[in-house]
T-cell receptor, first 117, second 115 residues
Framework: AQKITQTQPGMFVQEKEAVTLDCTYD???????LFWYKQPSSGEMIFLIY??????QNATEGRYSLNFQKARKSANLVISASQLGDSAMYFC??????????????FGSGTRLLVRP | DSGVTQTPKHLITATGQRVTLRCSPR?????VYWYQQSLDQGLQFLIQ???????AKGNILERFSAQQFPDLHSELNLSSLELGDSALYFC??????????????FGEGSRLTVL
């Protein structure tokens, strides 16, 4: 069963506008973490933002915010004031538990975002 | 710069051959993770080592093996290579303090092309 689902293979956004990238997850573990990574065309994976399952508030990091809806099991990434440099592949990922020193992440299939000038 | 170093960055080889990919984690990180990113499979977790011991195993083929050495660098060995092994192989390391979020810091990847 798919644990992380990103239903948008590709998206366009106009420069300076906000965009939401969808992510839903599936887990029965009460303790988990949700991550977003950015992969530009150069290939590296860049960590953007983290949300813990017990966090009361939605995470924010600069222009990135995570719209965490626990009951719906969704963790959408919101990018405000899009810039041309935001054009990249975006991956949602989940870590379950984390006990016993294993922090492996399970990734979704990604959403390719293209910012139009 | 994530602090994770992977070599080589690019590798072209033939089917049936064997290659070794190397990873040096961030200073102080005890865990090393290997991921495979191919066009049709996305980012697949292969294996994790923690302080020299295998800690978690994912979709790693029997033709693949890995190890983590006392200095914490890790190697991923791929043998009897097939065309389908062509992919970007990432190494990542995690912050040693379990109180942190546990985000993974990725290297730039090793792009393997099997001809």
């Amino acid at each position: 069963a798919q644990k992380i689902t990103q239903t948008q293979p590709g998206m366009f956004v106009q420069e300076k506008e906000a965009v939401t990238l969808d992510c839903t997850y599936d887990t029965s573990d009460p303790s988990y973490g949700l991550f977003w990574y950015k992969q530009p065309s150069s290939g590296e994976m860049i960590f953007l933002i983290y949300q813990g399952s017990y966090d009361q508030q939605n995470a924010t990091e600069g222009r990135y915010s995570l719209n965490f809806q626990k009951a719906r099991k969704s963790a959408n990434l919101v990018i405000s004031a899009s810039q041309l440099g935001d054009s990249a592949m975006y991956f949602c990922a989940m870590r379950e538990g984390g006990g016993d020193s294993s922090y492996k992440l399970i990734f979704g299939s990604g959403t390719r975002l293209l910012v139009r000038p | 710069d994530s602090g994770v170093t992977q070599t080589p960055k690019h590798l072209i080889t033939a089917t049936g051959q064997r290659v070794t990919l190397r990873c040096s984690p961030r200073s102080g990180d005890l865990s090393v993770y290997w991921y495979q990113q191919s066009l049709d499979q996305g980012l697949q977790f292969l294996i994790q080592y923690y302080n020299g011991e295998e800690r978690a195993k994912g979709n790693i083929l029997e033709r693949f093996s890995a190890q983590q050495f006392p200095d914490l660098h890790s190697e991923l060995n791929l043998s009897s290579l097939e065309l389908g092994d062509s992919a970007l192989y990432f190494c990542a390391s995690s912050f040693r303090d379990r109180g942190r979020t546990g985000e993974l810091f990725f290297g730039e990847g090793s792009r393997l092309t099997v001809l």
